[in-house]
């Protein structure tokens, strides 16, 4: 009888948090319990190699027009609280009254 391991997500849909290896600030916006990307990508883009069956979120990166796809070991916490600017933020996202991000759509 096999095992199957759940692995639980450090980080959640709109947590900001920081790329460890390029400095950039992103705020999450899926998240997959293990890599679904094809194998192609994962040549191409992982250059690390992280992990595949750890979780790998969505991303949208401040400042930038585009997301990216992040292995959960190569995200910390984003302590900083300045504004988040991509233009797909409020498409995604509201900010309530707290400062808080909160999602519009459950994407999982």
Known sequence: MSKIHTQIAQF???????????????LIFDVDATFSQSPEWYE????TH???NRPWY????????HTTYVAEENLMPCRET???EHPLMN???RTRSSGDIA??????
Do not use: C, T, W
Request: hydrophobic content about 35%; charged content about 30%; cysteine-free.
């Open 12 to 26: 959640g849909p709109g947590q900001v948090v920081r790329h460890r290896r390029f400095g950039y600030r992103g």
């Open 44 to 47: 191409v883009m992982a250059e």
């Open 50 to 52: 992280p992990p595949k």
């Open 58 to 65: 969505h991303i949208l990166v401040d400042g930038e027009k």
């Open 82 to 84: 300045e504004s988040f």
């Open 91 to 93: 498409r995604l996202f």
């Open 103 to 108: 999602s519009r759509v459950i994407m999982n």
